[in-house]
Structure formats: structure tokens, C-alpha cells
């Protein structure tokens, strides 16, 4: 692998693969944004389901006393 990397001319040691690493780090930052955000989405609405449905219940039993 050495070789390999000592082979490559200088232009693409210097400014090519730092730019293919810089971009791959990229994208996988955004995925991980991408997933958090979508659990933390999720997670939200399901709170927000949840609270909803016990809002329900209580004014239905509240109902029902009367």
C-alpha cells in the first residue's frame, strides 16, 4: 500500500484525496444527522400521540362521571 501511495504523482496525494476524504466525512456526518433527527422525530410524535390519547381518557372518564 505504500508503494502504491508513494506512486501516485503529488497533486493527487495533496489535493485529491483530502478532498474525497472531506467528502465522505461529510456525508457521514449528514447520516448520522439524518438518522438522530429522524429518531428524534419520531420520539416526539409518539410523546405527542401519547399525550393526546391521555387527554382523551381523562375527559372521557370525566364524561362518563358526570
Known sequence: MAEF???LPSWV???VVP???LI????????VFGVVG????????LLVVVGIAAAVVILV???ARN
Not at 429522524?38 to 410524535?45: D, F, G, P, T, V
Open 5 to 7: 501511495w508513494k506512486s
Open 13 to 15: 496525494r495533496n489535493i
Open 19 to 21: 478532498v474525497l476524504v
Open 24 to 31: 465522505l466525512a461529510w456525508n457521514v456526518v449528514g447520516f
Open 38 to 45: 429522524a429518531l428524534l422525530s419520531l420520539a416526539i410524535k
Open 61 to 63: 372518564k370525566k364524561a
